[in-house]
């Protein structure tokens, strides 16, 4: 029996409550990480791009080689029926991510494990980001290279981001990590790319060595369509210590100022910099929600 307090999963062909989503130990998600995901968010309850986040699932499935038995068409429609179903547990002001799980199943064979659920935002968690700014840390791990395992794959081993934010947060518990490639150059982090702004120039680092989020491909159109130049490029410390401006994107912040990256203080001013401030305004205005007085709106709550 569904609970109206409750929150309901997708499980294998069944919408269920939540505490009825049991998964076996002999499963491979669990003991190798052979498993993918996509995750995306919603704003005033409704689903962002999520043809977009389903099509990217799809092709990180294609690239492991797990068929999930359900058509793209019909992954979109569950996980509009479990927000749907969901929505009704949001608080005012609330949202959720909205995420589609599958693993190769059990160790011995048969089918795939099938899971789309929701999860609240940590809007009061991440509500200060948007007051003050992040502070980046680059760890001494490395990001996991193209040629050993595609970043591109959105895959549930997420062991070697794990390790750097593990890294940083023993220095700062409040930082985010931002890992180098094994080149030297920025990469990602765990959920997040870099943007650098430098003399009105918008450049992030070249998509073979990162997760192309959904959100980061958003401000890139966003930033042409602004009529700033975009452009993917190898970036390194010494670009980010000295832009002009620094910003992190990811699902749940959309686009997000940096105050610090290593501890040196970026730009001239406060976060977020005009160009940052620029792109965030054209992001409240393609989604129709006010993410950043969303969460600044946690801060006291």
């Known amino acids: 029996m569904t609970l109206a307090n409750e ?69 979109i429609a569950i996980s509009e029926e479990v927000l749907e179903r969901n929505r009704h547990l949001l608080g005012p002001g609330e949202d959720y991510w909205i995420g589609q799980r599958i693993s190769r199943g059990l160790k011995s064979g048969g089918a795939p494990t099938v899971i789309v659920e929701c999860s609240p935002l940590p809007l009061k968690e991440r509500a200060r980001l948007f007051r003050d700014g992040i502070d980046v840390i680059v760890p001494s791990v490395r990001r996991t ?14 062991l070697n981001l794990v390790m750097a934010e593990r890294e940083v947060h023993a220095r700062d518990p409040e930082a985010w990590a931002v890992l180098l490639d094994v080149n030297g150059n920025l990469c990602e982090g765990l959920g997040s790319n870099i943007f650098i702004v430098r003399d ?6 070249k998509e073979r060595y990162v997760l192309a989020g ?4 958003t401000v890139m159109e966003l930033a042409r369509a602004e009529g700033l130049a975009v452009e993917e490029a190898d970036l390194d410390l010494y670009d980010a210590t000295t832009a002009d401006e620094v910003f992190l994107t990811s699902t749940s912040l959309c686009l997000c100022g940096v105050r610090s990256v290593n501890g040196t203080k970026i730009g001239a001013g406060d ?3 005009p160009v940052t401030k620029r792109l965030t305004d054209a ?19």
Not at 214 to 217: D, P, T
């Open 271 to 273: 976060p977020p910099g």
């Open 200 to 205: 009105g120039k918008v450049l992030t680092p």
């Open 214 to 217: 959904i959100s980061r491909r």
């Open 145 to 158: 290279p193209p040629d050993a395992f595609s970043p591109r794959v959105k895959s549930h081993n997420y």
């Open 283 to 301: 992001y409240v205005r393609l989604v129709g929600c006010d993410f950043v007085r969303q969460y600044l709106a946690k801060l006291d709550a």
């Open 7 to 75: 929150r309901v999963a997708y499980f294998n062909g069944r919408i269920v409550p939540e505490s009825d989503v049991l998964i076996s130990f002999r499963d491979r998600g669990f003991l190798y990480g052979d498993a993918v995901f996509d995750m995306t968010r919603s704003f005033d309850g409704r689903p962002f791009r999520l043809p977009e986040h389903i099509e990217r699932l799809y092709r990180s499935l294609r690239y492991v080689g797990i068929d999930p038995g359900i058509s793209p068409e019909k992954m």
